[in-house]
T-cell receptor, first 113, second 115 residues
Framework: SQTIHQWPATLVQPVGSPLSLECTVE??????LYWYRQAAGRGLQLLFYSVGIGQISSEVPQNLSASRPQDRQFILSSKKLLLSDSGFYLC????????????FGPGTRLTVT | AQSVTQLGSHVSVSEGALVLLRCNYS??????LFWYVQYPNQGLQLLLKYTSAATLVKGINGFEAEFKKSETSFHLTKPSAHMSDAAEYFCAVSDPKDSNYQLIWGAGTKLIIKP
């Protein structure tokens, strides 16, 4: 069966510090991968998605970047965090050519102080 | 462009009462439709999905949803609410013609269960 991992679970970082969040998927090949953010009291905002290694599409211009160095690994990064980067970050995957349902990881709670 | 509307950011029901969470979509082509549940500080979990088979779809935890093309709706119901149903619920649609299968999300509805 497929599983998706995210780490760390929680993170407290000062403004201006770098960020690296990692997501890995097991039990499937060539998944579509997604990064979302949930700000407090708000819905889901798609940040990036990837349909293959090295292929990244950005949905919202911002202080963040994403990379997919391996088939089942998706990394969210920032060189300098802003207060507005605080939120709950979710990684998800879907089957290419399926019905579109996405399967989510447990999330990372990021607090920028 | 497709859009999803969830009526009511908060819905409050008594334990044992009917749960009805509303979702309407706008699309010229019948999409695929999904309901997700999110408990506090957790990821989203797929409750059920409509993929153009039966219009009444049964999901986990006793939830079901009915696709009504004429009303462009996909409302989520549960006959009897339980305290453990307290969570946020998201409706989402995908366009069968979108090869990347991005989901269009509703804003979410927080379900509050009163004892």
């Amino acid at each position: 069966s497929q599983t998706i991992h995210q780490w760390p679970a929680t993170l407290v970082q000062p403004v201006g510090s770098p960020l690296s969040l990692e997501c890995t998927v097991e039990g499937t090949s060539n998944p579509n991968l997604y990064w979302y953010r949930q700000a407090a009291g708000r819905g889901l905002q798609l940040l990036f998605y990837s349909v293959g290694i090295g292929q990244i599409s950005s949905e919202v211009p911002q202080n963040l970047s994403a990379s997919r160095p391996q088939d089942r690994q998706f990394i969210l990064s920032s060189k300098k965090l802003l207060l507005s980067d605080s939120g709950f970050y979710l990684c998800a995957w879907s089957v290419p050519g399926g019905f579109g349902e996405q399967y989510f990881g447990p999330g990372t709670r990021l607090t920028v102080t | 462009a497709q859009s999803v509307t969830q009526l009511g950011s908060h819905v409050s029901v008594s334990e044992g009462a009917l749960v009805l969470l509303r979702c309407n979509y706008s699309s010229s082509v019948p999409p695929y439709l999904f309901w997700y549940v999110q408990y506090p500080n957790q990821g989203l979990q797929l409750l059920l999905k409509y993929t153009s088979a039966a219009t009444l779809v049964k999901g986990i935890n006793g939830f079901e949803a009915e696709f009504k093309k004429s009303e462009t709706s996909f409302h989520l119901t549960k006959p009897s609410a339980h305290m453990s149903d307290a969570a946020e619920y998201f409706c989402a649609v995908s366009d069968p013609k979108d090869s990347n299968y991005q989901l269009i999300w509703g804003a979410g509805t927080k379900l509050i269960i009163k004892p």
